[in-house]
Every structure is written in structure tokens, then in C-alpha cells.
């Protein structure tokens, strides 16, 4: 028996052209010869529809389009495709999250999702009632376990702490499948494609069944999805690999399987890399722009975002900004110009000090009697900021955000000057982390891609003389070690401080993070490349007083 998993790329709410990436799909696997396809978690929607499922006018939508899909691929194979189905019933939430099956030209058998993550990105509970109870498609005589993403990932083998109180594969596996499907939509982060190829393994040898899983690819709002569906054998051997970080259609013979080695090894930075430009490409492609806008500073920031997307929509599409002050240095200058030539794309200049002047009048009589401090710094940001917004509204070009995790994190930005975009690329990177994906770049491409001058530098924002981030911020490889234990693993500030940091710097540090909330809440979407983003997942208050930091 063939099973086709297809990979694909939907887009939220496009049910026409996600239904024609499954029809494409389907073709393909029926070429191959397969009896069964199997589309991501949510396909026909698009994942996350967010509250686009709380619109009755979408879920009828929904299943007209599926109605239609199943007729067009009347005498293909049969195609499981998720969707969100009403919840007939008067209790519970008003819909399940479905895989339905298209048979023969019609709606046929319905899977529900049993688990539902309420962590992180996710919130179906908002929105899905969860199902219990074992759910088998039989087909060719072969008895399918149908799962839906969450429900494989509560092995009481596998976890050291259960999320949920219930394990819907050993359901099935008590109801006698042969094997086990799992329809996913499931959001890259570093590290994580290797814990699931561990877990899925874990649990096909655990069981004595294959195990199939298909994931979507691309991206979606600031959620990137890797794709790399796959297949294990009964003895946790893969058997199938879907391509990462694209589309795929990946057949599996349940009869004739044969085990792969292990999967390539990659570094953190070419994984960070691939996301960043899928997500990038996708966003800017799926919110209907054909180019981007963004300054250049002759930063390391500036300059990631500016090969990042001359890679993700091409170096044509691309328009860099410099807007020098008379604090700018001409080395910054420079540099930004000979980033823009190693990347072939644009680059236009507005000097921003006559705008200064103009301010500077403006505002001489209310400042009178005032030192110069960070509100004249400020004042440049938005400066900047109100001419890339201009330039972005002219061409009708998206205009990407360049500052990264570090400084979100801790507020080293500018309310409606640097924060100004649509788009905020690498706000989900580290400081550190953005000079290694640099170097692994200019070593990859064999050639300094970015300037070297631009790597060794000392950062600055360059608002004032002789500045540099280091005036006002600990060294980024002390900051972003604090902000890691804080922000992704939890560590209280006196954890942190055992590990050997300094105090006053730690709580001067989650100081700045908390204060800082009201920032991130009116942030351009950051696409999520770690396991705690800033963004859909980050639900902090902004009017608080959290002791153990003061």
C-alpha cells in the first residue's frame, strides 16, 4: 500500500488556491500509484485561521470548497484533508479539528483531533472541542490510525512530564491499527525537527507500527513551518523524508519499505537562515507585496535583514536606505554601500540633518532650558522611520524592521522610528546569534557577503558621539545569556545570579525586560525561530510590578 504525503504551502483563508495545491498533490500521488494522500493539519483553511473560525460564513466556506475538491478527484485516490468541522452537538466548544476523508467523489468518514495545545502559538481550546476515543480508517484492508499534530506528542515513554491525561495512539494502537498517520501543522524552532524525528522513532519502535507523518511548509503570519514529513518503520528506522523548509509530495510504501540513514546534520545558522527567508518570502508574497524597503545603517542588524531578503524576494525587489546623520559615521556609510553591492540590490540616501534642524526649531521654545538626552536620540529614530514609512507608502513596498531579539528584549529601540515596518525579520534572533548566522553566510557563499569591517566593528546606534550599545547595555554575549535563561528557560533572577552572573546585572536586566512590554505590544510580527518568540506566544502584562526583579 502507497500513501502520498503532501507537503504543501497553504495559505490562510485561500480556499480556492489551497484546494488546488491539493489537487495538485493528489495528481502527483496518483501518478506514483498511491491508494491514499494525506494533506497537513487544517490544509483547506490554512494554519493558523485564528479567528477566522469563529466566521460561519468561513467554515460553510470551508465545506463547500471541500465538497467541491472531493468531486474533482472523484476516481483518484482517496485524500484525508483537514479542515475545521461545526460541532453539531449543543455542549462543547463550536467546532472539531478534522482530517475528512474524499472518496469516490464525496464527503466521507470524519477523524478528530483529540489533544488541543493551549501553549506557546497555539489556543484551539478557544476554538475546538477535543474528541476521545480510537479513530481507524480502514482502506485495502489495512486499518490506518488517524491522528491529528498534538495528538502524538504525549508519550509517557518519551516525556519526562505529560502535558495531557490521555495518549490517543495508544488508543489506537488497543484498537488493533497496522499503522499510524498524523496529519501536523507543526511550527519550526531550532532543535525542535531533531526531538521530533527522536519521538516519532521512539514511539514507531514502541509500538511495532509505522509511523506517518506530513507537515505543511512555508510561512504563515510570524510562524514558520519546515515541512520534512516523514516515515518510520516498525522498528523506528526512517523509511521517508519530505525536503526542508519546501514543497514536497512524499510516497511511502507500507509494503516495501526501505530504511534511510540519518538525516543531514545541519548547523543552527543554516537552519535560522532557511526559515528566515522562507518566512520572509512567504509574508511578503502572501500579503500581496512584490518588494521590500528597509535602512541600512552600516549595522550587523541592517545588514543580516538586507541579505536575508535579497535571498527571499531577490535582489531587484530590494530598496536600502541610508539616512545619515551628522553623527553617522563615514566608515557606516561606507559600509552600507558595499553591503548594497555585494548584494545587488538598490540603495537611495536621504540625509536626515536638515530634518534635525527643522525639529530642533519646532521644539527649541518647549525644550528651553533642558539638557540634550534621549529624546533628541529618539527624534533621529523617528525621523528615520517616518522616511521609510513615506518611501513604503509611495512604492507600495513592505518596509522590514531590522532589530533583533536582544534589543526587543530589553527596549534598545524606538517606538515608531526603528520598530516602524511591517515586518520584523529578525526579532527573533539574538545579538550573538545574529554575528554567527553573519560569519556562517560569508563562509557559505565563499566570499564576504557582509563587510567585515561591518562584523568587527563595535555596534552602535550612532545617535550621539561616539556611542556604542555597550554605553548602555552588558556585553551581548553576558545579555543574551541572562535574557536565554530568563526568557526561554524561566529562570527567576536568583537562579540566574547562582549560575555565576553578576546581580545588579541581572535585575538591572529583567528590569529593562518587563518594563519594556509596552515596546513589544505595538512590534511589527517577528517571525518565531526559538521556543519563546515575542509575539503570539508571549502573553505578559504591560501594567505590572514584579518584585523579584526590582
Same mark, same amino acid.
Given at each position: 500500500m502507497k500513501i502520498a504525503l503532501l507537503q504543501i504551502n497553504p495559505t490562510v483563508g485561500d480556499l480556492s488556491g489551497n484546494a488546488q495545491?491539493?489537487?495538485?498533490?493528489?495528481?502527483?500521488?496518483?501518478?506514483?500509484?498511491?491508494?491514499?494522500?494525506?494533506?497537513?493539519?487544517?490544509?483547506?483553511?490554512?494554519?493558523?485561521?485564528?479567528?477566522?473560525?469563529?466566521?460561519?460564513?468561513?467554515?460553510?466556506?470551508?465545506w463547500q470548497a471541500a465538497a467541491s475538491l472531493a468531486a474533482a478527484l472523484a476516481g483518484g485516490p482517496a485524500v484525508l484533508v483537514g479542515l475545521p468541522e461545526p460541532n453539531m452537538s449543543d455542549e462543547g466548544r463550536p467546532l472539531f479539528n478534522t482530517a475528512v476523508l474524499l472518496r469516490d467523489g464525496r464527503l466521507d468518514e470524519r477523524f478528530r483531533k483529540g489533544l488541543l495545545p493551549t501553549y506557546d502559538v497555539f489556543d484551539e481550546d478557544r476554538y475546538f472541542e477535543p474528541f476521545r476515543g480510537p479513530q481507524v480508517l480502514t482502506l485495502d484492508s489495512r486499518r490506518l490510525g488517524i491522528s491529528i499534530c498534538e495528538d502524538v506528542w504525549n508519550d509517557r515513554d518519551f516525556w519526562k512530564r505529560r502535558r495531557y491525561h490521555f495518549d490517543p495512539i495508544q488508543e489506537l494502537i488497543g484498537a488493533g491499527v497496522d499503522a499510524i498517520v498524523n496529519?501536523?501543522?507543526?511550527?519550526?524552532?531550532?532543535?525542535?525537527?531533531?526531538?521530533?524525528?527522536?519521538?516519532?522513532?521512539?514511539?514507531?519502535?514502541?509500538? #511495532?507500527?509505522?509511523?506517518?507523518?506530513?507537515?505543511?511548509?512555508?510561512?504563515?503570519?510570524?510562524?514558520?513551518?519546515?515541512?520534512?514529513s516523514s516515515a518510520f518503520d516498525s522498528a523506528g528506522a526512517p523509511t521517508a523524508r519530505g525536503r526542508s523548509f519546501a514543497t514536497d509530495v512524499v510516497i511511502v510504501d507500507l509494503d516495501k519499505s526501505t530504511p534511510l540513514g540519518p538525516a543531514p546534520e545541519r548547523a543552527d545558522e543554516a537552519e535560522i537562515w532557511d526559515a528566515l527567508v522562507l518566512g520572509t518570502r512567504d509574508?511578503?508574497?502572501?500579503?500581496?507585496?512584490?518588494?521590500?524597503?528597509?535602512?541600512?545603517?552600516?549595522?550587523?542588524d541592517s545588514a543580516l535583514t538586507a541579505a536575508i531578503a535579497a535571498e527571499a524576494v531577490g535582489p531587484d525587489h530590494v530598496l536600502g536606505v541610508l539616512m545619515p546623520s551628522p553623527f553617522s559615521s563615514q566608515g557606516s556609510i561606507d559600509d552600507s554601500l558595499e553591503l548594497a553591492r555585494h548584494l545587488a540590490i538598490a540603495t537611495l540616501t536621504l540625509p536626515i540633518e536638515p530634518a534635525m534642524k527643522a525639529m530642533e526649531l519646532t521644539l527649541d521654545e518647549a525644550f528651553r532650558g533642558t539638557a540634550r538626552d534621549v529624546t533628541e536620540e529618539n527624534i533621529q529614530a523617528r525621523l528615520r522611520g517616518n522616511l521609510l514609512m513615506a518611501l513604503s507608502n509611495k512604492r507600495g513596498a513592505l518596509l522590514l524592521t531590522t532589530g533583533n531579539k536582544s534589543e526587543l528584549a530589553?527596549?534598545?529601540?524606538?517606538?515608531?522610528?526603528?520598530?516602524?515596518?511591517?515586518?520584523?525579520?529578525?526579532?527573533?534572533?539574538? #545579538?550573538?546569534?545574529?554575528?554567527?548566522i553573519a560569519r556562517w553566510l560569508n563562509a557559505t557563499k565563499k566570499g564576504a557577503v557582509i563587510p567585515e569591517s561591518i562584523l568587527t566593528k563595535a555596534p552602535s546606534a550612532e545617535l550621539r558621539p561616539n556611542q556604542t550599545d555597550q554605553d548602555s547595555l552588558p556585553p551581548y554575549d553576558v545579555l543574551d545569556n541572562i535574557?536565554?535563561?530568563?526568557?526561554?528557560?524561566?529562570?527567576?533572577?536568583?537562579?540566574?545570579?547562582?549560575?555565576?552572573?553578576?546581580?545588579?546585572?541581572?535585575?538591572?536586566?529583567?528590569?529593562?525586560?518587563?518594563?519594556?512590554?509596552? #515596546?513589544?505590544?505595538?512590534a511589527a510580527p517577528g517571525l518565531?525561530?526559538?521556543?519563546?518568540?515575542?509575539?503570539?506566544?508571549w502573553r505578559m502584562p504591560i501594567a505590572a510590578r514584579i518584585e523579584a526583579v526590582e
Open positions: 495545491l491539493i489537487s495538485e498533490g493528489v495528481a502527483a500521488a496518483q501518478r506514483a500509484g498511491a491508494q491514499l494522500a494525506v494533506t497537513p493539519e487544517l490544509a483547506l483553511a490554512g494554519y493558523l485561521p485564528r479567528d477566522l473560525l469563529l466566521s460561519p460564513g468561513f467554515l460553510s466556506r470551508c496529519l501536523s501543522a507543526s511550527p519550526f524552532s531550532v532543535g525542535k525537527p531533531h526531538l521530533r524525528d527522536q519521538m516519532l522513532s521512539s514511539m514507531a519502535a514502541k509500538h #511495532k507500527r509505522p509511523v506517518l507523518y506530513v507537515n505543511q511548509a512555508g510561512g504563515n503570519d510570524d510562524l514558520v513551518f519546515d515541512g520534512r509574508y511578503v508574497r502572501k500579503c500581496g507585496f512584490s518588494s521590500v524597503v528597509l535602512g541600512l545603517s552600516g549595522g550587523i530589553v527596549g534598545y529601540c524606538t517606538l515608531y522610528g526603528d520598530m516602524s515596518g511591517g515586518l520584523a525579520v529578525i526579532a527573533d534572533v539574538p #545579538k550573538t546569534m545574529v554575528y554567527r535574557l536565554q535563561r530568563y526568557i526561554e528557560q524561566h529562570e527567576p533572577a536568583e537562579a540566574i545570579v547562582a549560575a555565576g552572573f553578576d546581580a545588579a546585572t541581572v535585575r538591572r536586566v529583567l528590569g529593562l525586560v518587563g518594563r519594556a512590554e509596552f #515596546k513589544r505590544k505595538q518565531k525561530v526559538t521556543d519563546r518568540a515575542f509575539g503570539t506566544g
